[in-house]
């Protein structure tokens, strides 16, 4: 029998009920509960000046389960999620085999069946992610994928990304694009005036742009939906705004480090700040920050990808891109609320409602009778950001020495508390 819950005095945050205000919030069941029912024993949990928000969604990570599991596994990555204020992440399938058929989608969800945040499987768009041929998508909508991406790869033929469109329309799955010109992208960071100062081959913001330019163009042709992942410069970000005034079905997310970080970060051939795309120019951060707040981006995501010092340690060239995101994304996007960038709304919105709605999951709100997904935020504590604070069991992050305020103290997952510092 699960525990029935109380949480008083916080102010709770419901974009998609239009709530916010000072009040209390009922679990009983695991679901949310209109008033206090008659039930035995219930559990207080005191939020006073905290924020009582929909579980946070995180529509973008590498769980690295199958194949790698030394970098990361589900039940690791999802201590991670719940530790960063995530009641759901949506893992990519650039796995080991690639998640492109039933076995390996039903397998992510058994493994995933008491961890501590809920996995939702992306399929691969393609076999194998190699580009040649569709996946099945009625079979893996059916084993529980919610989104096709080859993410880590871009879908290089445009044909096939027109079909992939066209059929993944078909069972309801979101198509996600890595948009990159790959012809453009054997750099390894920025290309700018840092890369030629350090010696380094660079990445042009084309790389990015010139495929967003063409998904844009295959959504606007079709009809259909497409999302665009990880946005990382002021020409797509244009690009993209430009395509909503237009009333093309495109969505788009950007992350933490990409409203925070520039290619400076790479200064001294700081392998935590190799990612792809790479960390851009002030610039493009300035443009993404106003994405951000203009309505151009729809979610956060974190990109979180987790990588062992076997791939981190060694000359920047050969490094292994990206970073770990979990535990510092709400942390980094509550800066931007402190900033006047975005308000408390907004905020839910990138991180819970609209990924959620991408998704097409049923989440994102504190509805009366919805399962009981719940975060619960401390806009004021202060905390410094160290190794050995990392839950995630790689340590490859940019962040690491930071002190930041503001994060997740309790996280709560179909009225099971996965993560707790109220306690």
Not at 65 to 88: L, N, Q
Not at 264 to 271: L, P, Q, R, S
Not at 342 to 370: H, Y
Not at 386 to 399: A, C, H, I, L, R
Request: charged letters at 25%; proline letters at 4%; one cysteine or more.
């Amino acid at each position: 029998m699960s525990t029935n819950y109380l949480i008083k005095n916080g102010r709770i945050i419901d974009p998609k009920n239009s709530r916010d205000e000072l009040g209390d919030l009922f679990i009983v069941n695991g679901r949310i509960a209109g008033t206090r029912e008659a039930v035995g024993n219930i559990r207080e949990i005191d939020a006073d000046g905290c924020w009582v928000v929909p579980g946070l969604i995180d529509m973008h990570v590498h769980l690295r389960e199958p194949g790698e599991e030394y970098k990361e596994d589900i039940v690791s990555g999802t201590r991670a999620a719940a530790a960063g204020g995530f009641t759901g992440v949506a893992c990519m399938p650039n796995t080991r085999p690639v998640n492109d058929n039933r076995a390996v989608t039903a397998m992510i969800l058994e493994l995933a069946a008491s961890a501590s945040a809920r996995v939702y499987p992306v399929a691969a768009v393609s076999k194998g992610s190699l580009g040649k041929s569709l996946a099945e998508y009625g079979e893996l909508r059916e084993a529980g994928a919610v989104a096709v991406s080859d993410d880590g790869l871009p879908v290089q033929d445009s044909q096939l990304m027109r079909r992939a469109l066209e059929y993944a329309g078909d069972f309801d799955l979101t198509v996600i694009s890595h948009s990159e010109e790959p012809s453009l992208s054997s750099g390894s960071m920025n290309e700018g005036e840092v890369s030629t100062r350090l010696g380094l081959k660079g990445i042009p913001t084309a790389a990015e742009s010139i495929m967003v330019y063409r998904e844009i163009a295959l959504a606007e042709y079709t009809g259909k939906p497409v999302h665009i992942a990880h946005v990382s410069t002021a020409m797509s970000t244009d690009l993209i705004r430009s395509a909503k005034k237009r009333g093309v079905r495109v969505t788009a997310e950007t992350t933490p480090h990409y409203f925070t970080l520039t290619e400076e970060a790479v200064e001294g051939y700081n392998t935590n700040a190799k990612m792809n795309p790479p960390l851009r120019t002030e610039e493009d951060r300035q443009a993404i920050r106003q994405g951000l707040a203009d309505g151009t981006f729809d979610a956060v995501a974190t990109d979180h990808a987790p990588h062992s010092i076997l791939e981190k340690e060694v000359e920047f060239d050969a490094a292994a891109n990206g970073i770990i995101g979990l535990e510092t994304s709400l942390p980094l996007a509550l800066a931007l609320v402190r900033d006047g960038l975005l308000d408390e709304q907004r905020l839910v919105e990138l991180m819970s409602v609209n990924p959620a709605a991408i998704l097409g999951l049923d989440a994102g709100s504190l509805s009366v009778g919805t399962e009981a997904d719940i975060t619960i935020i401390n806009p004021d504590l202060q905390f410094h950001y160290t190794e050995d604070q990392v839950v995630s069991k790689s340590k490859n992050s940019p962040f690491l020495g930071w002190k930041f305020q503001g994060r997740a103290v309790l996280t709560m997952v179909g009225g099971r508390i996965t993560h707790n510092l109220l306690a």
